[in-house]
């Protein structure tokens, strides 16, 4: 006989009504995983910040065998709550089933960072090719039994809070981002991104927020993962609830910081000496407060080569009396080996760019600024091209012009008018992609279809810098060069992966067009040596090297600057005040 159960009655039933979390479980036990991960999801969907329900709804993706989703739901348990080593462990697992050996090893130590007693998860890195000598030490050292040497220590280093200072459009940018290749807007933060992603191998906390930020306001992120897809906690915190042991920017200016964060280590990256070589750009106030910040505050410098390293003792120590020659590191932008780079149909991609397989396709993957060798080289492409009817060859120009960005306009004129003389190549062997913003799009795709790319500067501070993205690019797909001289790029290997050019010598510049297209086994010879060198750019050996080192190294003496005497900045303000302000900020 059935029975009538009224409203009074329902509602107490309802106490007794399983809640979503308790079905999961329940469906979990009995091995039903598809009931689960939906009850799971249903769950998440009231508590999406729930480190605990994402790893739950990770395990039962992982059962159902949709193993890119459970990858993508560990990653959000990870960012909820970075600390639990179990679900690196498990990250860990899922990343080996899927051929990620690089990411799998992170996790992995990252596992055994945060649970030294457990240290039996160092043999988990057997499988991922450590020498049984090698974790036989690395648990030792996790429980307590190994020599106290820093050095002895420092392969797995003490965990340190970083906080990476970025553009606000750049944080935003990469929050809206969460889940794919963390995509930018500037090249200079490929260097941020690269710190974070090395830090975060090594086992060290990361957070990103934006510069110039009241220190109580919530707006910093505890990141999880940069490569190959960028993730994030939900939910913003303030710096100083952080304490961060480790302070980064990528602008200088920025880190009048010390009266902020006096503990950490505060770290400048040098990617571009552009302020010098074009200072008309860049206002008083900029200089200055680039100046003061190196003067008072910043700890360690990390530029991208030896030059550029010169350069910058000499121009501190010359205006800020800044003796620290040995603070500043030297880790050039490298190969992130989890980074995705595109996969194409080689095919398909060149006849979209109107070459064939017999065609040499020449790329400018970069832009066009005033500080590069770009027009000297379309002269000589034109002009080449003109005589040589029979060279099979394209040039593709990448992105002419950007919104916002006339900094440049008076050398994009020129482009123009090369491009006007040469009409008659426009759109068959020259190629202009106008707009920057719709050739960043296409250009990966374009780059990995090429078979040269271009990296030219003028004879100037800026051909100092040498590695943009784009030279990392072309470097990653294993492509040579044409190259101008006095970069340093072009001396590695004895100049065997480039084809080198005089800056603004047009005669030099035909002179290789010719080699390429009539010695076409110099070309093969020069992509095999492109290819071994790439090998030596490893971020692991720049960034992760250089971290190590700032880990180790003391912080900058107490009130150092005292030592130094007057610069030529206090001597030049005309707003003494305003120096003294910010010097007493920092005590």
């Given at each position: ?56 709804y990770a395990h039962m993706l992982k059962e159902q065998g949709d193993l890119e989703a459970a ?517």
């Amino acid at each position: 006989m059935a029975t009538y159960v009224g409203l009074e009655g329902m509602k107490y039933l309802s106490h007794f009504t399983p809640s979503p979390i308790a079905q999961a479980d329940r469906a979990r036990d009995n091995g039903l995983w598809s009931k689960a991960s939906e009850l799971y999801a249903r769950a998440l969907k009231r508590n999406p910040d729930s480190a605990p329900i994402w790893v739950q709804y990770a395990h039962m993706l992982k059962e159902q065998g949709d193993l890119e989703a459970a990858e993508r739901a560990y990653y959000n348990a990870v960012a909820r709550d970075p600390n639990q080593a179990d679900t690196h462990r498990h990250l860990g697992h899922l990343l080996m089933r899927r051929n990620k050996l690089n990411q799998a090893e992170a996790h992995y130590l990252r596992a055994v960072a945060l649970n030294p007693p457990a240290a039996d998860f160092v043999w988990e890195l057997e499988a991922l090719g450590w020498s049984r000598f090698r974790l036989i030490e690395l648990q030792r050292i996790l429980l307590g039994n190994a020599a106290q040497e820093e050095n002895t220590r420092m392969d797995f280093g003490p965990c340190a809070k970083i906080l990476v200072l970025a553009e606000r459009e750049t944080v935003d940018q990469l929050k809206r981002g969460e889940g794919e290749p963390p995509r930018l807007r500037w090249s200079h933060d490929h260097n941020l991104l690269q710190f974070m992603h090395e830090a975060l191998r090594a086992g060290h906390r990361v957070w990103v927020g934006p510069v110039h930020s009241d220190p109580s306001a919530a707006g910093s992120y505890s990141v999880a993962a940069v490569y190959p897809d960028w993730y994030q906690a939900s939910k913003p915190i303030s710096f100083d609830t952080i304490e961060p042991d480790i302070v980064v920017a990528v602008f200088p200016e920025a880190l009048n910081v010390r009266a902020m964060f006096p503990r950490a280590k505060i770290i400048a990256i040098h990617a571009a000496i552009h302020w010098l070589e074009a200072p008309e750009v860049f206002t008083p106030e900029y200089v200055f407060d680039l100046l003061t910040a190196i003067k008072y505050n910043v700890d360690f410098i990390i530029t991208q080569n030896r030059r550029m390293a010169e350069i910058l003792a000499k121009f501190y120590r010359l205006l800020v009396r800044w003796p620290l020659e040995d603070r500043i590191l030297i880790a050039p932008l490298g190969i992130v080996w989890e980074e995705r780079r595109i996969s194409i149909d080689r095919a398909v991609v060149r006849r979209q760019m109107g070459a064939t397989e017999d065609d040499i396709v020449i790329i400018n993957a970069g832009g066009v600024w005033r500080w590069t060798d770009v027009n000297s080289f379309l002269v000589a492409f034109g002009e080449f091209t003109t005589e040589h009817s029979d060279a099979r060859m394209q040039f593709h120009l990448m992105g002419l012009v950007q919104e916002n960005n006339h900094d440049h306009d008076s050398y994009i004129a020129e482009t123009e008018e090369i491009l006007n003389r040469f009409s008659h190549l426009v759109g068959r062997q020259i190629i202009v992609h106008r707009d920057w913003a719709a050739a960043s799009r296409i250009v990966n795709a374009y780059t990995a279809a090429s078979d040269i790319g271009l990296n030219v500067n003028q004879d100037s501070l800026e051909n100092w810098q040498s590695h943009r993205v784009r030279s990392v690019n072309y470097m990653a797909y294993g492509m040579p060069v044409i190259n101008t001289s006095g970069d340093l790029f072009s001396e590695l290997d004895d100049g065997q992966h480039a084809f080198v050019a005089r800056p603004g010598d047009i005669a030099t510049y035909k002179e290789i067009l010719h080699s390429i297209v009539y010695c076409k086994d110099n070309l093969a010879r020069k992509r095999e040596a492109m290819r071994m060198l790439c090998r030596e750019y490893d971020t692991r050996r720049t960034y992760g090297e250089a971290i190590k080192k700032i880990i180790c190294a003391p912080n900058r003496e107490h009130r150092d600057y005292d030592l130094w005497g007057k610069c030529v900045i206090e001597h030049a303000t005309d707003n003494r005040q305003t120096l003294v302000r910010r010097k007493n900020q920092t005590m």
